[in-house]
C-alpha cells in the first residue's frame, strides 16, 4: 500500500464526516487579531498532575500538560488522518509488515540535541519493554525489529499485520520521542522536542514552562506558563473571576450557562471530552446474567441522568466511540426507562422486588458520579432494588476496582478513544489491560481479535460496529453519556479557537497569546 | 476535634480566689436563661433525632428532583432544595438523626473505652497506672480529628467506622480526665477506711470511686458530643465520614460549597443546625458543670 | 521538679511509642502502596513483584527497624505520590503551615483582646451580647464551614484575596501573605472565640480587685484605668495561653489546609491519606503528633514554673 493512499483508507475507517459536530465551539467571542509575543498564562489545571513520564503516565490530565513538551512521530488532524510530524513522511509496505520513517532534519530537543533516528528507536524500544511499564506497551507486541539505516531514516519491521499500529503512535503518547538515554530522568524532569520546555514542578501546586526557542514549528507566542493545580471545581472557577488566572478547563458543570453569558470571559465548550458506563462485575452472580443487567440498564433514564448529574453539560449516548469516527455505531439507540421491562427481566432471572441487593461503588474524584449514583440509587430502588452506595477515593476505588476487582457495581468515565483498537481491546476483551470488569465473552473476544489483524478499513469499522451491538444486546456494560468539555478563560487570552486539540483531550498552548 | 475543647483556660491563681466568689453570682444569673436556652436546644435536636425517622420517611430526604434543584424556601419546599432538588427540611430533619446518633454513639463509646482505663489508671496506680498512662499520652499526642482520620482512612468510610473512629479519637481525653478524678477520690479518708474495713476493690471501685466522678463525666460527655458532631462534619466534609445519599449535616455542608454564592441556604439550614446543636450543648455543659462540679474546671 | 524530670525523661519513651502507634496505623491501611504507585497499569502480577521489591513482605519488626533507623539518620524515605525525598518535601510544608499558624495566632490574639475587654467593660450590655455572640458563632460552627464563607465573602464578592494556593514567600512576600491570610482566619476563628472569653473573664476579674479601685479613687480616668492598669494585667495570662496553642493549631490545619489547597503539612497528610501514601503518612502524622506533644508538655512545664501547686500527680 503506498502512503498516499494509506490515508485515504485510514481516513474511511476513522471517519471524515463530522457526526455530531466534534470541534471546539467558541462562545461570546471568536478569536481574530494578531498573535503578540510574549507574557506569562496562568493556567488553572483541572487535575493534580502524576508521573511526568509520557510515556508512563495514564492519565489525560497529566498528559494535557505533557503534550505541550512533547511531540509524537506521527499525528493526527481534524479528520483523525493520520498525518507527519516529527517524521515528515512514512510508508507502509503492500505486505503490512514494514514501515518506513523518513525523521524531519534540524529537530532540537531541549538539551539543545539534534533528533535523529537511534531517539527514535530508543523510545521505541523504551515503551515496548515491560519494565517500563509504559501504558501503551502493546501497541509495538508486533514489531520485530527496528532498524536505523542512517540518522534520518527508522524502519520498523512487523512480525505480523498490525491494523492500528499507526494510528495508536499517534495517539496518547505511544509516538512520542525523548532523547535516547533520558528515560531515567523524564519522570522528574521530561525533556522533549515540544514547543515548552519543562522548568520545575512544585507538586500539587504548579507545574511551570517556558518557550522553548528552537521549537521545529517556530516558537509559541508566550514566554511562559504556569499551570496551578486547582482541584476544585469553584475555587479555580473563583480565581478566574478574581483575576488570579488566565485561563481554567473544566468550568464547574454547573456555571457553564452562566459564564456563556458572561461578557467578560470567553468560554469554548467542545464535545466530547470524555464518555462514561456503568459496570457490573462479570465474575459475581447474578451480575454474569445478562436478564439483570439488562433490568438495571431499563431502569436509568439517561436524558434525566445528563440532566442532573452533568448539568445538561453532555449527551446520551450508546456507543462509546468518538462521535465523529467512522467506527461510532450510530444505529445503536439509547435504552429508554421502562421499570416493568426491568422488574419483567428481574423477575425472569429469579429475583422479585427487594431480594436482589448490592453495593455501588463509586470514586469521588469524579463529582458527578458521586451525584450520577445518586439519582441511580433512587430508580434501583423504585425499581425493586436493594442498593447502597459507597463512596471511593481515587486511590481505594483503583485498589478495590481496578486492581482487585472486588465490587458488584461501579462505574468510570473514560477520555474518548478516536482509535477503536485502543478503546474495544483495551475495554471488552477478556485479556484487555482495562477489562477491570471482568468481561468473558466468546464473541467480543473473537470480534477484537479480527478487528485487530483486519487491514481493509471499511471492514474493519463493520467489525467494531458489531462488537459495539454485542455490547449492547448483551448489556455487557451500560454507556451513559458524552461529556463537553470546557475552558474559560479572559478575555485578552488569543487564540483560543485553536487551543484544544483534535483529540479533544489535550491542550496545544502554542497556539495562545496574551493581548497586552 | 477544633482548638475549642484543647483551648486550656489559665490555671487557677492565687488572686483569683476571691473574684471567684464574685464570678460565682454573675454565673448564678446568667445560670438561668443560659442552662434554659441550653436545655431548650438540647431537647429540641433530641426529639428531632428520635422522632424524625418516625415520622418523616426516608425516601422523602433522598427524593431527587432535578427540575428543583437548588430552589429556594417555597411552600413546596419549606427550606428549599439541594444540587439535586432533594428536599433540605426533610434532609435536615434526618440529619439530626444521623449526625445526633453518631456523636452520641460515638461519645458513648469513648465513655466506654476511657472509662475503664482511666479508673484502673488512677485507682491502682504504681505500674498499672504507668503502662496506662504511657497508652493514654501517646493517643493524646495525635490531634483528635488526625486520629479519627486515620482510624476511619483505616477501617473505610461508613457510618458505622465513623462512630468508631470518633470514639476511639476521644477515648484518652476521657480516660485522662477519669484517671484525674478517681485520683482524687481515693485518696479520701473513707477509701482508706472502707478498704481497712476489706472491701474489694471491685467493690471500692463499684461503691466509691465511679458514683463520686460520674459529675465530671457528664460533664465531659455532654461536651464531647457536641465536639462529635464537629468532628462527624469535618470527616464527611472530607470524605471519610457518612456516606451518600444518607443525610448528615456535614454531608450537606460538603455538597453546599460548590453552590453557595448562587443558593446560600443549602449550606446555611445545616450550618444552623450544626452551630445550634452545637451551641445548645456547649451551653448546657457549660451550666451543668457548674452545677455539678463547681471545682472542675477545664480537660486537662 | 521531680515532675519536670520525670515528664522530660518520658519524652523519648512518648515519641518512640508514638512511633509505633504510627507505624501500626499506617501498616493497617487497606489498599496498598504497590497498588497506589502501579495506578491503572497494576495488575496481580506486577503488584506483587513490586511489594517485593519495597521489602513489603518483610516482617513488620523489620519494615518498623529500617523505618526508624532510616529517620535517625534523617531519611524519611520517598513519597510514592510525589516522588519525592520526604524529608525535603517536609521542610518546604512545615514552613507553610508555621506560616499560617503563626498568622492565624496573630490574628487571634488581636481580635480577641479587643472583643474581650468591649464585653467586660460594658458588661451585660449590648456590646457584651454582640461580642459574646460572635465568640458563640467562632466556637459552634466548623472551621470549614467558616473557610467557605471566607472564600464567598473575600475572594468572589470583594476581590481583595487570592481564594486558594501557596506562594512562598521568598517568591514574593506580600502575594505570600495574601494567600495565608483566608486560612489563617479560618483556622484562627475559634481559638479567638475562646481567646475572647477568657479577655472577658480575665478583665472582670481584675477590675474588681483592689487596686483598680485604688486607681478609680485616684481620679483616673476610666479609659486610663481600663487601658493601662487593668488591661495590662488581664493581658499576660491571655497572651501566655494563646502563644501555647501553637500545637493545638498545628493539629487543626488538615481540614483547612485541604480546603484552600494551601500546600501545607495538613495538606500534606490529608493527600497521603488519600493515596495511601505509607511513607508519606507515617512522616507526617509523626511529626504532627510530635509538635502537639512537645506542646502540651510546655504548657505543663510552664504552668508547673507558675503555679508550683499544681503537681500533676
Redesign the interface.
Given at each position: 500500500m503506498k502512503r498516499r493512499d494509506f490515508i485515504r483508507h485510514s481516513s474511511a475507517l476513522t471517519g471524515g464526516a463530522l457526526l455530531l459536530g466534534a470541534m471546539p465551539t467558541l462562545g461570546a467571542y471568536a478569536q481574530s487579531g494578531t498573535p503578540t509575543k510574549g507574557g506569562t498564562l496562568i493556567w488553572g489545571h483541572s487535575e493534580t498532575t502524576q508521573n511526568l513520564d509520557m510515556h508512563q503516565t495514564g492519565t489525560a490530565s497529566t498528559s494535557r500538560l505533557l503534550e505541550n513538551i512533547h511531540d509524537a512521530i506521527v499525528t493526527v488532524d481534524s479528520d483523525f488522518n493520520i498525518v507527519p510530524s516529527l517524521a515528515e513522511s512514512f510508508d507502509v509496505s503492500e505486505d503490512g509488515l514494514t514501515y518506513t520513517f523518513r525523521l524531519r532534519p534540524n529537530v532540537k530537543f531541549h538539551t539543545g540535541t539534534t533528533l535523529s533516528s537511534a531517539d527514535v528507536k530508543y523510545s521505541f524500544e523504551r515503551v515496548k519493554d515491560p519494565k517500563t511499564g509504559a501504558v501503551n506497551f502493546e501497541v509495538f507486541n508486533d514489531v520485530a525489529e527496528i532498524l536505523t539505516p542512517d540518522d534520518l531514516t527508522v524502519i520498523v519491521k512487523m512480525s505480523q499485520p498490525n491494523a492500528p499500529f499507526l494510528a495508536r503512535l499517534a495517539e496518547n503518547g505511544a509516538g512520542v520521542i525523548i532523547p535516547d538515554g533520558s528515560g531515567d530522568t523524564q519522570g522528574e524532569h521530561p525533556v522533549g522536542v515540544g514547543p515548552f520546555e519543562f522548568v520545575s514542578r512544585e507538586f500539587g501546586n504548579e507545574v511551570e514552562l517556558v518557550r522553548f526557542a528552537d521549537y521545529w514549528q517556530g516558537p509559541a507566542h508566550l514566554d511562559k506558563i504556569i499551570s496551578r493545580e486547582v482541584t476544585e471545581p469553584t475555587v479555580r472557577l473563583t480565581g478566574l473571576r478574581t483575576g488570579e488566572m488566565h485561563i481554567i478547563n473544566d468550568i464547574p458543570l454547573d456555571r457553564v450557562t452562566e459564564l456563556e453569558a458572561d461578557s467578560n470571559f470567553q468560554v469554548s465548550k467542545w464535545f466530547p471530552l470524555s464518555w462514561a458506563f456503568l459496570n457490573f462485575n462479570h465474575k459475581r452472580a447474578p451480575f454474569n446474567d445478562a436478564r439483570v443487567r439488562l433490568a438495571i440498564d431499563h431502569m436509568i433514564d439517561k436524558e434525566v441522568l445528563v440532566q442532573g448529574a452533568l448539568w445538561g453539560q453532555g449527551e446520551v449516548t450508546a456507543s462509546p466511540s468518538f462521535p465523529s469516527s467512522a467506527s461510532f455505531n450510530k444505529d445503536l439507540s439509547v435504552r429508554p426507562q421502562n421499570f416493568d421491562e426491568a422488574r419483567r427481566l428481574l423477575q425472569e432471572a429469579g429475583f422479585g422486588p427487594g431480594e436482589l441487593e448490592f453495593v455501588f461503588k463509586v470514586t469521588t474524584n469524579y463529582p458527578w458520579h458521586v451525584e450520577a449514583s445518586q439519582i441511580m440509587l433512587e430508580w434501583f430502588r423504585e425499581g425493586g432494588l436493594n442498593v447502597s452506595v459507597q463512596q471511593l477515593t481515587w486511590s481505594d476505588w483503583l485498589s478495590q476496582c481496578w486492581v482487585d476487582r472486588d465490587y458488584d457495581v461501579t462505574m468510570m468515565n473514560f477520555f474518548t478513544l478516536w482509535e477503536p483498537d485502543f478503546l474495544y481491546y483495551s475495554l471488552w476483551h477478556s485479556t484487555g489491560a482495562f477489562n477491570y470488569r471482568n468481561v468473558n465473552d466468546p464473541v467480543v473476544d473473537e470480534l477484537a481479535q479480527r478487528a485487530r489483524v483486519t487491514v481493509d478499513p471499511a471492514e474493519r469499522t463493520k467489525i467494531y460496529h458489531e462488537l459495539q451491538q454485542r455490547v449492547y444486546d448483551e448489556a455487557l456494560d451500560v454507556v451513559l453519556w458524552f461529556r463537553n468539555g470546557t475552558l474559560a478563560a479572559q478575555n485578552n487570552v488569543g487564540g483560543l479557537d485553536k487551543l484544544v486539540h483534535p483529540n479533544g483531550s489535550n491542550l496545544e498552548f502554542r497556539h495562545l497569546w496574551l493581548d497586552t | 476535634m477544633t482548638t475549642a475543647q484543647l483551648v486550656t483556660p489559665a490555671a487557677p491563681s492565687e488572686a483569683s480566689r476571691n473574684a471567684q466568689r464574685t464570678r460565682k453570682r454573675i454565673a448564678n444569673a446568667l445560670l438561668n436563661t443560659k442552662g434554659l436556652i441550653g436545655l431548650t436546644l438540647v431537647i429540641v435536636f433530641t426529639l428531632m433525632a428520635i422522632l424524625a425517622p418516625i415520622f418523616v420517611p426516608e425516601a422523602l430526604s433522598t427524593k431527587i428532583d432535578v427540575t428543583a434543584r437548588l430552589s429556594p424556601p417555597t411552600a413546596a419546599h419549606l427550606l428549599g432544595t439541594d444540587q439535586l432538588g432533594r428536599d433540605l427540611l426533610f434532609r435536615v430533619l434526618l440529619g439530626a438523626h444521623t449526625s445526633m446518633i453518631i456523636a452520641v454513639v460515638a461519645v458513648g463509646l469513648s465513655i466506654a473505652l476511657g472509662l475503664p482505663l482511666g479508673v484502673l489508671s488512677g485507682y491502682f496506680k504504681g505500674w498499672v497506672d504507668l503502662g496506662l498512662s504511657r497508652l493514654v499520652d501517646t493517643l493524646l499526642s495525635f490531634p483528635a480529628i488526625l486520629l479519627a482520620l486515620a482510624i476511619s482512612a483505616v477501617l473505610g468510610p461508613n457510618l458505622r467506622n465513623t462512630v468508631l473512629a470518633i470514639g476511639i479519637a476521644f477515648a484518652p481525653y476521657l480516660a485522662r480526665i477519669v484517671r484525674g478524678e478517681t485520683l482524687k477520690v481515693t485518696s479520701l479518708p473513707y477509701i482508706e477506711a472502707a478498704r481497712s474495713q476489706g472491701a474489694s476493690d471491685m467493690r471500692i471501685i463499684r461503691k466509691y470511686v465511679l458514683p463520686n466522678i460520674m459529675a465530671p463525666v457528664i460533664v465531659q460527655a455532654t461536651i464531647s458530643i457536641a465536639f462529635a458532631i464537629l468532628a462527624e462534619a469535618g470527616l464527611s466534609f472530607l470524605g471519610l465520614g457518612t456516606q451518600p445519599p444518607t443525610p448528615s449535616w456535614g454531608l450537606m455542608i460538603q455538597a453546599s460549597r460548590d453552590y453557595l454564592d448562587v443558593a446560600p441556604w443549602t449550606a446555611l439550614v445545616p450550618g444552623l443546625a450544626v452551630a445550634l446543636a452545637v451551641l445548645g450543648l456547649n451551653m448546657l455543659g457549660d451550666v451543668l458543670r457548674d452545677v455539678l462540679d463547681p471545682t472542675f474546671n477545664s480537660d486537662r | 521538679m521531680r515532675y519536670l524530670l520525670n515528664r522530660i525523661a518520658?519524652l523519648a519513651?512518648?515519641l518512640l511509642?508514638?512511633s509505633i502507634?504510627t507505624f501500626i496505623?499506617?501498616n493497617?491501611?487497606?489498599?496498598?502502596v504497590a497498588?497506589?504507585i502501579?495506578?491503572?497499569?497494576?495488575?496481580?502480577v506486577?503488584?506483587a513483584a513490586l511489594e517485593q521489591e519495597l521489602g513489603l513482605n518483610d516482617p513488620l519488626v523489620v519494615q518498623y527497624g529500617r523505618w526508624i533507623g532510616g529517620m535517625l539518620q534523617g531519611d524519611w524515605g520517598t513519597s510514592l505520590?510525589?516522588?519525592?525525598p520526604i524529608g525535603s518535601?517536609l521542610g518546604q510544608k512545615m514552613a507553610a503551615s508555621g506560616m499560617i499558624v503563626v498568622l492565624s495566632l496573630i490574628i487571634a490574639i488581636l481580635s480577641a483582646i479587643p472583643l474581650g475587654v468591649i464585653a467586660a467593660v460594658k458588661q451585660n450590655r449590648w456590646p457584651d451580647t454582640v461580642s459574646s455572640g460572635v465568640a458563640?458563632?467562632g466556637?459552634?460552627?466548623?472551621?470549614?464551614?467558616w473557610g467557605?464563607?471566607l472564600?464567598?465573602l473575600f475572594?468572589?464578592?470583594l476581590?481583595w484575596l487570592?481564594?486558594?494556593?501557596?506562594v512562598s514567600p521568598a517568591d514574593d512576600f506580600w502575594l505570600s501573605i495574601k494567600h495565608a491570610l483566608l486560612p489563617a482566619i479560618a483556622l484562627g476563628l475559634?481559638?479567638m472565640?475562646?481567646?475572647a472569653r477568657?479577655t472577658r473573664?480575665?478583665m472582670?476579674?481584675v477590675m474588681?480587685?483592689d487596686f483598680i479601685r485604688v486607681c478609680r479613687a485616684k481620679g483616673l480616668s476610666e479609659g486610663s484605668v481600663i487601658l493601662r492598669h487593668a488591661l495590662q494585667n488581664a493581658i499576660a495570662?491571655?497572651v501566655?495561653?494563646a502563644g501555647?496553642?501553637l500545637g493545638?493549631?498545628?493539629?487543626?490545619i488538615?481540614?483547612v489546609e485541604?480546603l484552600f489547597?494551601y500546600?501545607g503539612m495538613g495538606?500534606l497528610?490529608?493527600?497521603g491519606?488519600?493515596?495511601?501514601d505509607v511513607p508519606l503518612?507515617q512522616a507526617t502524622?509523626f511529626i504532627?503528633?510530635?509538635v502537639?506533644?512537645l506542646s502540651?508538655l510546655i504548657?505543663d512545664l510552664i504552668?508547673t514554673v507558675?503555679?508550683p501547686r499544681?503537681s500533676f500527680?
Open positions: - | - | 518520658l519513651l512518648t511509642l508514638i502507634v496505623l499506617t493497617i491501611l487497606p489498599g496498598n497498588t497506589m502501579m495506578g491503572t497499569r497494576g495488575n496481580p506486577s503488584i505520590r510525589f516522588k519525592e518535601l458563640l458563632a466556637i459552634s460552627l466548623p472551621d470549614f464551614f467557605i464563607v472564600i464567598l475572594s468572589r464578592t476581590g487570592p481564594s486558594s494556593g501557596f475559634s481559638l472565640a475562646h481567646l477568657m473573664s480575665a472582670l476579674e474588681s480587685q495570662p491571655v501566655t495561653v501555647l496553642q493545638y493549631l498545628f493539629g487543626s488538615i481540614v485541604s489547597n500546600t495538606w497528610t490529608y493527600q491519606l488519600l493515596n495511601r503518612i502524622v504532627i503528633a510530635a502537639f506533644m502540651n504548657v504552668y507558675l503555679d499544681i500527680d
